[in-house]
């Protein structure tokens, strides 16, 4: 014989009121986070330092930094290589933190769905 009424899997409106609310304090805290991480600055370097590059947390190149026995006008192709490989590895470290503070924040859930049984 079916049940009828109340919630499936035996939940009962108290615990669903608890989870929404747990819901919206996730959703202020990574809004939050995300905002810090939006004003952050990544810088990486590449070819011994002679480029730099910084990007924000917008994915935004913010600064290019070259030094002066880099900018050859024989070697364009190089110059053009060390742009690419420092701006890479600046947007790589600003994804790992990004990466990092969803992780410490969803408690390593895998998503917002991870750890339930739907």
């Given at each position: 014989?079916?049940?009828?009424?109340?919630?499936?899997?035996?939940?009962?409106?108290?615990?669903?009121?608890?989870?929404?609310?747990?819901?919206?304090?996730?959703?202020?805290?990574?809004?939050?986070?995300?905002?810090?991480?939006?004003?952050?600055?990544?810088t990486?370097?590449a070819?011994?330092?002679?480029v730099?590059?910084?990007?924000?947390g917008?994915?935004?190149?913010l600064?290019?930094?070259?030094?002066?026995e880099?900018?050859?006008?024989?070697?364009?192709?190089?110059?053009?290589?060390l742009i690419?490989?420092?701006?890479?590895?600046?947007?790589?470290k600003?994804?790992?933190?990004?990466a990092?503070?969803?992780s410490k924040l969803?408690?390593?859930?895998?998503?917002?769905?991870?750890?339930?049984p739907?």
């Open positions: 014989m079916a049940k009828r009424g109340g919630f499936p899997g035996g939940m009962m409106p108290g615990n669903m009121n608890n989870l929404m609310k747990q819901a919206q304090k996730m959703q202020r805290q990574m809004e939050e986070n995300q905002k810090a991480l939006e004003e952050k600055e990544f990486a370097a070819g011994g330092g002679a730099e590059v910084t990007v924000s917008k994915k935004e190149v600064k290019v930094k070259l030094a002066e880099v900018v050859d006008p024989d070697d364009i192709e190089m110059l053009e290589d690419v490989a420092a701006t890479n590895e600046a947007l790589r600003m994804e790992e933190e990004s990092a503070v969803m969803t408690g390593g859930l895998g998503g917002m769905g991870g750890g339930f739907f």
